[in-house]
């Protein structure tokens, strides 16, 4: 997931990675207006 992140978001480095180790399972949503990722929503399921 994380490499997927940095594909669209350069700023997420291992220093992210290493935050959401712990969250597994871990949701992500993308949001798109035709080939350009304009969002990344994260979710943390423990914290809803």
Known sequence: MSTIINFY???????DFEKIRGLMPWIVRFTFEDD???EIQPYNLFEL
């Open 9 to 15: 978001d350069k700023q997420f480095g291992y220093k």
């Open 36 to 38: 350009v990722c304009v």
